[in-house]
């Protein structure tokens, strides 16, 4: 792993894909124990794409009709507990499901092939939200700072870019996770929903939209004239999460695992950081990447 961190974490190659410790169990569990069900939606990310906001944003969308932006969940609970992930969270979703309480959507930054059998074989919507490689890697190496309380000037982030290209990096490689989704997406159309970080920076109110039908909860044209969409954009926007106590100064509860902090999650959210941290060097060698590993699938990553 990172000579920078110093031993602090491991890395282990489950299947192809880089995880730590604490998230094997509940991946192994997950793989054992999980049963799809027909009404199940599944949100799908590779760390640091926008899951936190993805999350938020369909929280509010399947509880509009409870909630309004001044009385919601959102404002005192953190995204990550209002939307469980399968491998953090999987004591807590099987105990749910033996109790027949709901707890649909379920989130996941596990790789395509790594979904539980029951999920691929399932008709079960799928959303996956992908991010610019380059901002993916910024967000991640200031995210592993924060939860190692490693100084940015004892980090070197060039070790950090090489590791990630090599495809060392937490539910990496980065490139196998988004051709694992695109081409799931191609074999499966209807199945699988590709959301990109950026699409929804620049037009929230279509994505919103989008992501509303396919997941079985469309805006009324009533909603839409009285501006149901705008609220809910307002509400899970980076300026007003960031800014809640909770997601401050909070932290997440998960019984089996130490969480990074809430802050942790809310850095720039913007489009472009990795100007301020990329060499020309590092920019030619990921574009040039971006091509051999990614390009076959279609996607505008650059
Ligand atoms: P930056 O580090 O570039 O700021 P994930 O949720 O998958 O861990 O991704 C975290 C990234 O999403 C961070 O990116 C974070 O700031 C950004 N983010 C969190 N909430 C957001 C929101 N409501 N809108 C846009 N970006 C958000």
Known sequence: SLSWLKGKVTLYNYQGTWCNRMFLEGVNSAQQSFKARPSDVFLCSHPKSGTTWLKAIVFAIITRQKFDEFNTPLLT???????????????????????????TPIATHLPYNLLPESIRASNCKIVYIYRNVKDVIVSFYHFLCG??????????????????CRGISGFGPYWDHISGFAKASLE?????????????????????????????????????????????????????????????????????????????????????????HFTDEMNEKIDKLIDEKLGHTGLVLK
């Not at 609970?77 to 099987?94: A, G, V, W």
């Open 77 to 103: 609970t953190m995204p990550h507990d209002c939307i469980p992930s399968l491998e953090k969270n999987i004591e807590q979703i099987l105990e749910n499901r033996h109790n027949n309480s709901c707890v």
């Open 147 to 164: 939860i190692h309380n490693v100084p940015i000037e004892d980090a070197p982030f060039e070790e950090t870019f090489d590791e990630f």
């Open 188 to 276: 499966r159309p209807g199945i699988i929903l590709l959301l990109k970080y950026e699409d929804m920076k620049k037009d929230p109110t279509s994505n919103v939209k989008r992501l509303a039908e396919f997941i079985g909860y469309p805006f009324t044209p009533q909603e839409e004239k009285q501006g149901v969409i705008e609220s809910i954009i307002n509400m899970t926007s980076f300026e007003n999460l960031s800014n809640l106590e909770v997601n401050k100064n909070g932290l997440q509860k998960v019984e089996r695992l130490i969480m990074p902090e809430n802050r942790l999650y809310f850095r720039k959210g913007k489009v472009g950081d990795w100007e301020n």
